[in-house]
């Protein structure tokens, strides 16, 4: 399809991820969901092929639906004739960013939250992050040498790749301003800010400023 640009979502986790998608579903045309795909950090570049097939049919159909907690997203922008943007949103396509942009000439969206924020809601979380590697030290420690991997692969990324791969720190989703250069980077012409974010995206750093 000519009419179709691929985008994603990159960080992670527990960065501002879920208020990315809703920012995207209230874009025109724009169906990035949310880690509806979890891939291994080595050897993801196979399944990613027959996922980007599926996510070019979907484009031809209704927006892709997702998660249950968006059942209270008011904010969606319409589906109707023109370019689709579609991708999705997850920490293990960061390793693949070149096969993403390379391959399939995506646009990449890189979030960043500060290590100590990351770090302590990795720690004051019940469950643990399926997509952080395995590092033999304690759960503080690992999380802290996780952040500092994605930290250093994500600036070798936007480096490598200027025109298409770029780090917003999560406090951005918080600025109006932020929110439609995210929005414009990945392909959107008109885009739409939000002025806050349902408590189930779990992007509660600040309110929403111009």
């Known amino acids: 399809m000519n009419d179709l640009r691929l985008a994603f979502g990159t960080g992670t986790g527990r960065c501002g991820s879920k208020s990315l998608r809703v920012l995207a579903l209230a874009q025109p045309r724009c169906g990035l969901t949310h880690e509806r795909l979890r891939l291994p950090w080595v050897g993801g570049d196979v399944p990613l092929r027959e996922a980007v097939a599926r996510w070019r049919e979907a484009a031809q159909r209704e927006r892709p639906a997702d998660a249950l907690w968006e059942a209270g997203v008011e904010v969606r922008g319409p589906w109707d004739e023109g370019e689709k ?79 298409a791969f770029h780090i917003w720190p999560t406090r951005d989703l918080n600025s109006q301003a932020k929110q439609r250069e995210m929005m414009r980077w990945i392909g959107v012409a008109d885009p739409v800010a939000l002025d806050q974010y349902p408590a189930a995206a779990e992007n509660r750093l600040a309110q929403v400023v111009p």
């Open 85 to 163: 943007i579609v991708g999705d949103i997850g920490p293990w396509y960061l390793p693949l960013v070149s096969v993403l942009i390379e391959e399939y000439g995506a646009a990449v969206v890189h979030l960043e939250r500060d290590c100590d924020g990351f770090v302590q809601s990795v720690m004051s979380g019940t469950g643990w992050l399926a997509e952080v590697p395995d590092f033999l030290s304690p759960r503080s420690r690992t999380a802290t040498m996780y952040w500092s991997l994605v930290h250093t692969l994500a600036q070798e990324w936007q480096r490598r790749y200027p025109g």
